[in-house]
């Protein structure tokens, strides 16, 4: 099993929790990371709900942009790909998965609360998509899975407008199941944990699988998208967007009919 000190593991009795640990960079996640979660998942089958949240004043800060500014293309290849077998794995897993969401939830990381089956927010949690203000696009989720539960038309506008949404607004819309206080929110996922485990194993399995029906038909397109978004590693979108983030000023993108250098 790989090992990490970018993840914190956590198992009290069927409860799995698996805590983000890089706060310096809200909690950001790599290949090492996504490995470590799935290995985790892998050697906990027998676990009956797993909590997945942050440490620090974030829940998760998608893929560490940094890795875009500078890109080694076989590096945030196989960070893509990786995000792709992490959410199959959380899809796959035969229990439930819950995101105890803490702090922000930006680009990856508000896929990956997409990706749980259930989401609980602090109240001072926030949600958007970052991809198309940085040079990529949330193929994973954002554009695609997230329309099923706030609508079409306002997927776009997450994933077109890179805003910030509040927790409460991110419940109105259907994208997460509640809120609450800040400091009542490990108390809050413990109750829906319980809940959870005093429900039949064997058909919350069977629940879970047949819930999962849109997110197989959208897979393919998801891997058709993703092959596109690896070939435009290093474009000059991508350096452009992640160093303006990175430099904290306004990104100066390329027309769309410039021939990447």
């Not at 790599?30 to 027998?46: F, Q, S, V, W, Y």
């Not at 004043?57 to 792709?84: H, I, Q, V």
């Not at 607004?169 to 959870?196: F, H, R, T, Y």
């Not at 978004?229 to 979108?237: K, R």
Request: with cysteine; proline share 5%; aromatic share 6%.
């Amino acid at each position: 099993m790989p090992n990490s000190d970018s993840l914190i593991v956590e198992r009290e009795n069927r409860i799995l929790r698996l805590r983000m640990n890089r706060p310096e960079r809200m909690n950001a996640y790599d290949r090492e990371t996504i490995d470590c979660i799935i290995a985790e998942l892998r050697a906990n089958m027998d676990a009956g709900v797993v909590v997945i949240t942050g440490t620090g004043k974030a829940f998760c800060a998608g893929g560490y942009l940094a890795d875009l500014a500078n890109p080694d293309f076989w590096e945030l290849r196989s960070m893509f790909t990786g995000s792709l077998e992490l959410f199959d794995a959380l899809r796959n897993a035969p229990m439930p998965v819950i995101a105890a969401v803490n702090g922000g939830a930006f680009g990856g990381g508000n896929e990956l609360v997409v990706m749980c089956d259930l989401a609980i927010a602090s109240e001072s949690a926030q949600f958007g998509q970052t991809g198309v203000k940085v040079g990529s696009a949330p193929v994973l989720g954002g554009t695609n899975l997230l329309a099923m539960g706030i609508g079409e038309k306002k997927a776009k506008e997450v994933s077109f407008l890179c805003r910030k949404y509040s927790a409460r607004e991110a419940m109105d819309l259907g994208w997460i199941n509640k809120v609450v206080p800040d400091n009542q929110l490990e108390a809050e996922v413990n109750s829906w944990c319980e809940e959870i485990l005093a429900m039949s194993p064997r058909y919350l399995e069977v629940a879970k699988a047949s819930s999962n029906v849109m997110y197989h038909q959208m897979r393919d397109n998801m891997v058709q998208s993703l092959g596109a978004l690896i070939q435009a590693i290093g474009s000059p979108d991508m350096r452009e967007g992640a160093s303006a983030f990175m430099e904290k000023r306004k990104p100066q993108f390329p027309p769309r009919d410039t021939m990447p250098s």
